[in-house]
């Protein structure tokens, strides 16, 4: 389904317009260095296509024939690849025996340079000749005399050709090319060929699959999906990619696929958790563009998402056509390093519409009230980190960012897991802020819905109503916890920071306490009617609680944070404040 999907995505990519995906037997890879020759084969100079500063230096992506599979044996790559395999030079190295390092290299030049002549018997095209002559001559000051070839050898970058006074490299000429395609063609051999598994069809099996680059964390050469390496993974004395046929066609075609949504510049790939994560749809839609914003995972600031997931929130009541009934399939994949291999995450199959609305419910979920300084639509990032341990993304648990994207994209209950991660931070941390506040939220309601709670669960703002006992507890906590700011104006420390913990879990050990506090401190109020409003707020949060449990669950110590921070909000909106201002 996997391989089949990616499939079918490259053949999309191959009909667009634009171009960009690479064709059978050729990929788009960045070439840092050219090597510009004459008509003679002479060298005209080097070209660096590498732009930026730093870390963030990129060369230009061209379309070049594919890379060889290699392992241990000598094998060049056609008219690119590495300085060794180009001008048989070495890289230095004190700790190898240096004289069989040369002779390494001249064999890897050899094999290079028999690349070229047996393209250009192919192709017949001038340009090769050139190429021929220029790696047939021994005098090569002028090119070692160039203020890149040092770096050029010491990187190890990727180097190809280019004639002096054309745009094109070598490698991008129509009968180069052909001959390229017509060999692949050619490659095949009927006698061999077996049912490819992804496209049900006759093809040629391939034996080794090409790497899959970009997965965080896995190896820079590239890993494989599809690997069949030892003898245990053998059945039938058929070895590695034998095992699970898949055609040359469909093998480049999910290959390329996979590459190309796995790119540095890909706008269809987020990083979620340790999970590098794809998505893309059966054909182009708008939910491609939108995706990445909703599921941000960047540290930064507020950006364009708010308003992507805005247009998003709209596109029902305004009954644009976007998202709504639109029944394209859409994909999302997540991978994961596993040794030299990739293991596939999470999989997730759904339609357009489906995740638009999934999304939807996710963010109205999340819905609480909140400052105005604090961002409408929190990240999934922010969410993850309110959990972590010192607010740092390294501490997230791995798995638990790709398991609460699937349960979103879903629509079923979050990780329960969650829920009691957070409130380990509360206690830890003694802070209910708006991103824990809200994802206690959204984990409780979402709970109410799937399992069709009849009581009714915690809602978007204070609910004076609501008879759930942790709920009335947590505002109490906040109610005594204003009375004690009020009563000692720029007060270092409150209840909050000695009793939090003990309040939410056991509170008939701290809320007697707290309660006789509260005479105390109202004592010290000079405004009566703070007083009475405060005695008021307590009383009509007291009505309905007979008598203080021993220890609350943890669905109530839960409720007992969302009620602290709905009140704690309450207290800084305008209509309270007016209500204290006319008791005075």
Known sequence: MILSALAQYYERLALSADGEIAKEGFERKEIP?????????????????????????????????????RTLGINANILWDNPTYVFGVPKSDKNKDQEKEQERAKELKKSFSEKVKWLYVESNDEDLKCVIEFLK???????????????????????????????????????????IIKSNSADSIKENEKICLVT???????????????????????????SFNLDAFTSFAKDQGFNAPVGKKAEFAYTTALNTLLSKDSKQRIQ?????????????TEMEKTF???????????DDSAAMIKRLFESPKKGTPAFQKDFTPFYVLGLSPNASRIAIRFWYVGTVSEVADHIRQHFDDLKIVRAPHDQEYI?????????????????????LAGELMMKILKGTPYPQVLLMSVINRIKAERKVDYVRAALIKAVLVRNARYSKQKEREVGEMLDRSLPNIGYRLGRLFAVLERIQETANPGINATIRDRYFS??????????????????????????????????????????????????????????????????????YTKKENKIIEEAE
């Open 33 to 69: 260095f050219i090597v510009k020759i004459d008509n003679k084969g002479g060298f005209k100079g080097i070209i660096d296509t590498r732009e930026g500063e730093g870390r963030q230096r990129r060369a230009r992506l061209f379309t070049i024939p594919k890379a060889v599979k």
């Open 137 to 179: 001559s021994k005098n090569w000051k002028e090119i070692k005399k160039h203020p890149l070839w040092k770096e050029l050898i010491e990187s190890g970058s990727n180097v190809t050709f280019q004639m002096d006074g054309k745009r094109k490299l070598i490698c991008e000429n129509k009968a180069v090319i052909k001959a």
């Open 200 to 226: 049900g069809k006759k093809d040629q099996p391939v034996k080794l699959h090409t790497s899959i680059k970009g997965v965080w964390g896995a190896q820079s050469s590239g890993a494989n999906i599809v």
């Open 272 to 284: 979620v958790g340790d999970a590098s994560t794809v998505f893309w749809s059966e054909k182009e």
């Open 292 to 302: 990445l914003d909703c599921f941000n995972m960047a540290a930064g600031e507020e």
């Open 379 to 399: 990240k999934l990032f922010k969410l993850l980190v309110s959990i972590a341990v010192l607010g740092k993304a390294d501490n997230i648990p791995p798995n």
């Open 502 to 571: 003990a309040a939410s879990s056991t509170p008939v050990s701290v809320f007697p306490t707290l309660l006789r506090l509260k005479n105390h401190h109202t004592g010290k109020l000079e405004h009566k009617g703070q007083v009475v409003n405060f005695e008021k707020e307590i009383g009509q949060i007291m009505e309905s609680i007979q008598d203080i449990p021993t220890h609350l669950t943890i669905q109530d110590q839960a409720r007992f944070s969302v009620g602290y921070y709905h009140q704690h909000q309450n207290f």
